[in-house]
């Protein structure tokens, strides 16, 4: 329920030749995070409570099965894109920049100290080569990255 779509309120069905016209649509393209939808919710709000049920999902899943897990949340542009805002480290205000196709797919992993953007609207009948970055080796082997951490000046392996 807290990835489910905006509440767009009475902007819901609405064509976007109508909504265009309307000034709470310069907000949302320019000032996402002042938006707030009649009848409907903020997309602060949104973000908010998206990037809370995703963060607790896999920090839930990693803690029941030892490590870096792999699942699929599935939901709507808007929310995609404020999640991915969020893992960028972007405020909300920028999250138009982001892209989010419909059935395209992004990958972030999360880690007890940051997220790692690994894809971002990856679409195409090669959708499962977005799924194949690996996470850096544990400190603990062979004195490499921390999987906590970002390699320092990209991949070597």
């Not at 320019?30 to 920090?59: C, I, K, M, T, Y």
């Not at 699942?71 to 982001?98: E, M, N, P």
């Not at 797919?105 to 080569?129: E, K």
Request: glycine share 8%.
């Amino acid at each position: 329920e807290r990835i489910s779509e905006v509440d767009y309120g009475s902007w819901t069905g609405r064509k976007i030749g109508e909504l265009v016209k309307e000034p709470l649509w310069s907000v949302v393209q320019q000032q996402p995070s002042a938006a707030v939808f009649p009848e409907g919710e903020g997309l602060a709000a949104v973000q908010s409570r998206a990037v809370a049920a995703v963060r607790e999902h896999d920090r839930r899943l990693a803690e029941e099965h030892n490590g870096d897990v792999l699942w699929l949340a599935c939901t709507h542009g808007d929310v995609i894109k404020a999640i991915v805002a969020d893992a960028l480290g972007t405020h909300l205000d920028s999250f138009q920049r982001i892209t989010a196709d419909p059935a395209s797919m992004s990958v972030i992993r999360y880690t007890a100290v940051r997220p790692f953007v690994i894809h971002v609207n990856h679409t195409g009948d090669q959708l499962t080569a977005g799924l194949l970055a690996k996470p850096p080796k544990d400190a603990s082997e062979d004195g490499e990255v921390p999987p906590d951490d970002a390699v320092v000046g990209g991949s070597t392996g």
